[in-house]
């Protein structure tokens, strides 16, 4: 029982990270084409929200259930460097997420609120040089987790 727990566990929180990475990226990159800075605040203020809800509660409960896994089936990391490799790719993209994404989102966000809120129909400069940073540390946060699955599912 305990292993179906922690299996379930830990595959919810896959499906919540991975999910809600793929979809904010997409929900933020299609309000980016529209140039709208009132569209580009609201799904700036949206990525942020979710991202907090769904990434940050996927990736714990990932955690917790990788490490009940480990409990459960007594399986020794030494014994299995896919897993190593995994957690390693894992751990990777929380500190891109940590250190590079959720700072340039907020102030992103910030950026687009006080243009949406000043009337002007464009976004200014800082907010583009942000959104190309954004994007490729994204992509990057993106493929390690994908990555991570691959080297989970096939040993």
């Known amino acids: 029982m305990e292993y179906f727990t ?22 933020k990159t299609q309000a980016d084409k529209t140039g709208n800075p009132v569209i580009i605040a609201f799904a700036c203020r949206l990525v942020n929200m979710t991202d907090l809800a769904f990434t940050a509660l996927g990736g714990a409960l990932i955690t917790i259930g990788g490490v009940g896994l480990f409990h459960a089936t007594g399986i020794a990391i030494s014994d299995a460097p896919h897993l190593t490799i995994g957690i390693s790719l894992f751990g990777m993209a929380a500190m891109l997420w940590v250190t590079g994404l959720v700072p340039l989102q907020i102030y992103m ?7 949406a809120q000043a009337g002007d129909q ?20 993106v493929i390690l987790p994908l990555a991570t699955l691959y080297f989970m599912i096939y040993r």
């Open 6 to 27: 922690v299996k379930f566990i830990h595959v919810l929180g896959v499906v919540l990270f991975l999910g809600n990475i793929i979809v904010s990226a997409l929900w």
């Open 109 to 115: 966000s910030k950026i687009a609120s006080r243009t």
């Open 122 to 141: 464009t976004m200014p400069p800082a907010y583009e040089k942000c959104r190309k940073l954004w994007n490729v540390i994204g992509l990057i946060a």
